[in-house]
Every structure is written in structure tokens, then in C-alpha cells.
């Protein structure tokens, strides 16, 4: 939602995954899941980037 207007935003789907058998700890992912992960990573815009209209 912005202002008056409703929008249908598409469902996030799983893209890339990473598993460890031993389980995971913050500096596991640090050191192991982003880094894996990231290249599949994408910038997030913000509503000014996505639309060239100023809200109703």
C-alpha cells in the first residue's frame, strides 16, 4: 500500500539454498552461508526507484 494506491506484489520463492549437517551458528553464517549465498543476493529499491508517479 502507499497512500491510496494497492498493489499485488509477487511471492518470494526459495532461489539458492546452504546446509550444514552439523546445524548453524551466527558465525557459521557469517563465514559460510553469505558468502555462498550472496552472489544470488539483490538490491532492495525503494518506492521512488520502482515508481515513476508520485503516490494518489
Do not use: C, T, Y
Not at 506484489?9 to 557459521?28: D, F, K, N, Y
Amino acid at each position: 500500500m502507499r497512500n491510496n494506491e494497492i498493489f499485488l506484489i509477487s511471492q518470494p520463492r526459495p532461489i539458492r539454498s546452504v546446509h550444514r549437517s552439523e546445524g548453524w551458528s551466527p558465525q557459521s553464517v557469517a563465514s559460510h552461508a553469505l558468502p555462498a549465498l550472496k552472489a544470488s543476493f539483490f538490491s532492495l529499491d525503494r518506492s521512488g526507484d520502482v515508481f515513476s508517479w508520485d503516490p494518489i
